[in-house]
């Protein structure tokens, strides 16, 4: 089986975008983001699948499964981001490859989202691109699986 598989994660609050201040995360809703990704990924030679919860225990317990089904994953963990080591550390245990995504420009709005927890455990970091971040994330994750476009 080729390794090109490509787990994209959401979490808490991303299920608002379309609703959300369209200057910092758009126009787009989730469901809409993931077609985009879905296409992204397809013409680099990636596969997706999804996941989101609101419910942090909820998603620390689908990072402990995610090396069954993933090669690599995009984790755009919202709020959490910022605070919850619990997030971090289960995104660890899981040992997949992982680029940290943020659709608003969090280096640029208040002083505590500049700070992450995925800090030096992440492969890459991408924020303030909006959709074309996870573009962007993916090209680093084809890259790092060695995965050539068809
Ligand atoms: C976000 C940025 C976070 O600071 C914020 O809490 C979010 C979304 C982004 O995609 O820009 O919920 O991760």
Redesign the pocket.
């Known amino acids: 089986m080729p390794a090109n598989r490509v787990e994209v994660l959401h979490g808490?609050?991303?299920d608002t975008l379309g609703s959300r201040d369209p200057d910092k995360?758009g126009n787009f809703t989730l469901p809409e983001l993931e077609v985009k990704i879905g296409r992204f990924a397809r013409e680099l030679g990636l596969t997706t699948q999804f996941f989101h919860s609101n419910h942090e225990g909820e998603f620390v317990e689908h990072l402990h499964r995610l090396a069954e089904v993933a090669d690599a994953a995009i984790v755009?963990a919202?709020?959490w981001?910022?605070y919850s080591w619990a997030v971090r550390d289960a995104l660890e245990f899981s040992g997949v490859p992982a680029v940290e995504v943020?659709?608003?420009d969090?280096s640029a709005r208040e002083d505590w989202?500049k700070t992450s927890v995925f800090d030096g455990l992440v492969i890459g970091r991408v924020f303030g691109k909006k959709e074309e971040g996870y573009r962007e994330a993916l090209q680093l994750i084809a890259r790092e699986l060695g995965v050539d476009a068809p």
């Open positions: 808490v609050n991303l995360y755009n919202g709020a981001t910022h943020h659709i608003s969090v989202r």
